[in-house]
């Protein structure tokens, strides 16, 4: 079969690959002058930016870090450095404790908030309809730590409100533990179970954990994929219109057996004016603006960005920054000698217009509230944006019906649904997609 892949992202690439390992003839077809679509490192000043993804963690069975094998790409591991996790709450940053005696300690919460946390074993299980990451939060850890950990942590992933975020979409594993009776439960079975596997070699490995990048940043990863695809990958190809024939489809007139749609789905709506039931399914789909403010300082400006792997703003803070990652920690090559490099996050749909302000503007308040919360003095050495107006895909409460509802609606027309609007937005979860476009097209022969 002959297929078109439109849109080559890193949801398009991976589709590609998967498809061509699968024997398929497929063919990626890009609107811009280089594949990657949001993923990229630049350097600066001698300041290496992600315009996106930054890095996943080890651990996926499909994921990238095995992509990163199989395609010869290195990889490191986030500093030790970066292990502490801040969160800007009540005017100031708390470490997120990662143990319980560091809990015990902790100032993010109050006793009373404590308590409630250590009360989820004893929480009821419950599974069926979906809801919001804040009502799951909530139910299970009680209100203060659903303000305090569970809404920054979704906002680190999503730039959005944990009301508005499905638990079934977009945290699928806390979904299963709260089904199969609690999440401290849960993570306990499964750490007997790495006991016995190591104890009696029997079980499947998972991989190595952790929080990996390719080394030089997730760019390589996109210029050896699309190496491997080689002159398979068409640049320069904005698709206008795919339409549906007796037994294919036509991609802007030309004739395909297939169509992967890999681009975002608020722009694939107007290549398909001639299939409204798809156009209609499509339009339940939303990816947030976003826009990155990278600074650079000497160290001694900003001690603090020294210590940690960066932090988040919790809801109703006098910050405007969603969070701020202290890449030249996480990754130390990233920044000048004697200098540090912090990426400040703004929009999602937490704040959609502060995607929009001009360029001077994000930078004087991400200044500003690097000041406020990390003490940060002085000019910064270095100041750039980089913004998408497609960002950040969000999975709202239902969005898996409206996933099941889209994927038949295109099925029908020999379309196939791939990229970050779907099934899962992240590095690992778009390296993961391609056995299931695989699946999905041979489920048509
Ligand atoms: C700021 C930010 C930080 C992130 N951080 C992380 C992280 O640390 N870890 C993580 O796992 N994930 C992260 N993500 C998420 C992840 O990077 C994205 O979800 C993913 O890269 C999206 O890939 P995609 O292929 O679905 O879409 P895109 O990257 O948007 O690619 C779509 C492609 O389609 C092309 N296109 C559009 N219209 C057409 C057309 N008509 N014809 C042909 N081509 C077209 C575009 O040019 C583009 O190349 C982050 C995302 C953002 C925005």
Redesign the pocket.
Known sequence: MRIAV????????TAARALVGAGFDAHV????PR?????GTSSVDGFVR???????LGGAAHG?LALCEALGVPVEQASPRAKRRWIFLDGKLRALPSNPLQLVRSDLLTWRGKLDLLREPFREARAGTDESVHAFAARRFGAEAARAIVAPFVTGVF?ADAHDVSLAAGFPRLAALDAQGGIARGLLKQAAKGVVRKVTGKGAASGPRGMFAPRGG?GTLIDRLAGELGDRVHTH????ELAATERGVRVDGEAWDAAVL???AE??I??VPTLPAVAMRLAAFH?AP?A?VYLGFAADQVPLAGDGFGFLVAQGEDLRVLGVVFESTVWPDRAPAGQVLVRC?FGGSRDPDAAGLDDAMLIAQATRDVGIALGARGVPTHASV?R?S????QYPVGHRDHVRAAVAAARSHRIVL????YRG??????CADGDVIVEELRSWT
């Open positions: 439109i849109g080559g992202g890193l949801g398009g690439l077809l890009e609107a811009s594949p990657g679509g949001v993923i992600e315009h996106a993804a930054s890095s996943f990238a730039a997730l190809r904005r698709i206008g890999a681009i975002p722009d694939a107007g290549l990816r976003a990155q996050i980089v998408w497609r960002g950040i895909a791939a990229g970050a609007d937005p992240g590095v690992n979860d778009l």
